[in-house]
């Protein structure tokens, strides 16, 4: 099947510093949309992305629609306490079914 | 209005036990999914339903079974749990045609078989 290729696994930075995470995948997609989870809760929806070359923002976070449709990827800048989570990426190509990354650990030192 | 909720949140079973997983949502979607997250994979759908009265496999169905009897509700069963079945599982619900950007997800059951 497909599969989502999402770095890095985990990171543990300092308050304030910027983020980047990336997904890349073999295979084209539609839509790269972006999850946050937070402890003991499901994925709540962050940005959409619909159109290749597409760049949008949400307050403090920018995600990017790769150009070649086979990635994307999301920027936190002046990260806080509350952005510690699991980022999920989730392609969509066709019907209502998503593939997701393996998820980045965010961790956040005050 | 709850959104999507998950029942119970969680459960330790026995090799070979049974169980039924119960989702609710209150958002009237016409599509609605189980998933199972474990670590380092993600989420990989199990199996998904576009409507009353219809079910279909996702990418990981076999072990489970399931059933939507009323547009709100969708059940998950495990007929004969085993340890490869230790995970935690969501649900989640959307409205049909909107490529993922409107699916909701419950807060999740965490399953240990041992």
Same mark, same amino acid.
């Given at each position: 099947g497909q599969q989502l290729n999402q770095s890095p696994q985990s990171m543990f930075i300092q308050e304030g510093e910027d983020v980047s995470m990336n997904c890349t995948s073999s295979s084209i997609f539609n839509t790269w949309l972006w999850y946050k989870q937070e402890p003991g809760e499901g994925p709540v929806l962050l940005i959409a992305l619909y159109k290749a070359g597409e760049l949008t923002s949400n307050g403090r976070l920018t995600a990017q629609f790769g150009i070649t449709r086979k990635d994307s990827f999301l920027n936190i800048s002046? !990260?806080?306490? !509350?952005?510690v989570g699991i980022y999920f990426c989730a392609g969509h190509l066709y019907g209502n079914k998503l593939v997701f990354g393996a998820g980045t650990i965010l961790r956040v030192k005050s | 209005n709850a959104g999507v909720t998950q029942t119970p949140k969680f459960r330790v079973l026995k090799t070979g036990q049974s169980m039924t997983l119960l989702c609710a949502q209150d958002m009237n979607h016409e599509y609605m999914y189980w998933y199972r997250q474990d670590p380092g994979m993600g989420l990989r759908l199990i199996h998904y339903s576009v409507g009353e009265g219809t079910t279909a496999k996702g990418e990981v169905p076999d072990g489970y079974n399931v059933s939507r009897l009323k547009k709100q509700n969708f059940l998950l069963g495990l007929e004969s749990a085993a340890p490869s079945q230790t995970s935690v599982y969501f649900c989640a619900s959307s409205p049909p045609g909107t490529s993922g950007r409107a699916m909701f997800f419950g807060p999740g059951t965490r399953l240990t078989v041992l």
């Open positions: 002046a !990260s806080i306490p !509350s952005d | -």
